[in-house]
């Protein structure tokens, strides 16, 4: 298995789309659980944090309110205090599991220099970090289970030269772009080792495309 970099969405470990920063607990220790028992001591694991549905709901009003700038400033600081709790619940989470690692979370997901509020994705934080960590595999754990066409079925494997032409069901309070943001973020790096989209509200999911391929949507890169 060697290196793998997983992004964990904030889909997944809270509620999106209430706007709402709580965590679910008792899903993420099944998680825990299950990357721990499937995890050799040769492999090593790169944990990315989405956001969270406090840090997209908060992050859509910078964006697309008519705030002030000072008004910006304090919304996005609420912001950057959140997802840092989130952080520190999930690594004490994973620590109990006995994984000795820590989570890296989207913390302070903008550049602030000339007056606008950038958001920097999760996605492009994985895909950079696998990148320069040379990973033999990327995951990407959302709430659903994988890419989906406009009417809800499961797209099992796509080619990234071609999948522009397809439509896709999509989550319209997601800021950071969605799926077609995800998938652009990936041709755009072209990674060079297996890529996957599957539902990490399954636990046994992490499992299955830690070890191999599950249920999901594998991404097919013909330069591989």
């Known amino acids: 298995m060697g290196m793998i970099v997983l992004k964990i969405g904030g889909s997944v470990f809270t509620d999106k789309r209430s706007g709402g920063a709580l965590i679910n607990f008792e899903l993420l220790e099944s998680i825990a659980l299950q990357i721990r028992t499937t995890l050799t001591s040769h492999d090593y694991l790169v944990i990315v944090l989405g956001g969270g549905g406090l840090a997209h709901s908060l992050m859509k009003r910078i964006l697309t309110g008519r705030l002030t700038p000072a008004e910006k400033q304090k919304t996005a600081q609420v912001v950057r205090q959140a997802l840092r709790k989130q952080k520190f619940e999930v690594e004490i989470i994973f620590r109990n599991a006995g994984l000795s690692s820590e989570c890296m979370s989207v913390v302070g997901p903008w550049l602030f220099g000339t007056g606008e509020f950038i958001v920097l994705s999760g996605d492009t934080i994985v895909l950079e970090l696998a990148k320069r960590l040379g990973a033999d595999k990327i995951l990407f754990a959302s709430d659903?289970?994988?890419?989906?066409?406009?009417?809800?079925?499961?797209?099992?494997?796509?080619?990234?030269?071609?999948?522009?032409?397809?439509?896709?069901?999509?989550?319209?309070?997601?800021?950071?772009?969605?799926?077609?943001?995800?998938?652009?973020?990936?041709?755009?790096?072209?990674?060079?080792?297996?890529?996957?989209?599957?539902?990490?509200?399954?636990?046994?999911?992490?499992?299955?495309?830690?070890?191999?391929?599950?249920?999901?949507?594998?991404?097919?890169?013909?330069?591989?």
């Open 144 to 224: 659903v289970p994988g890419v989906l066409t406009s009417s809800g079925a499961l797209i099992p494997e796509i080619d990234l030269n071609n999948y522009q032409h397809q439509s896709y069901k999509d989550n319209e309070n997601d800021v950071t772009g969605g799926m077609l943001g995800k998938l652009e973020a990936i041709k755009k790096y072209n990674p060079q080792c297996p890529v996957a989209i599957f539902s990490g509200l399954t636990p046994s999911f992490y499992h299955d495309w830690i070890l191999e391929c599950g249920i999901g949507t594998r991404i097919k890169n013909s330069s591989r």
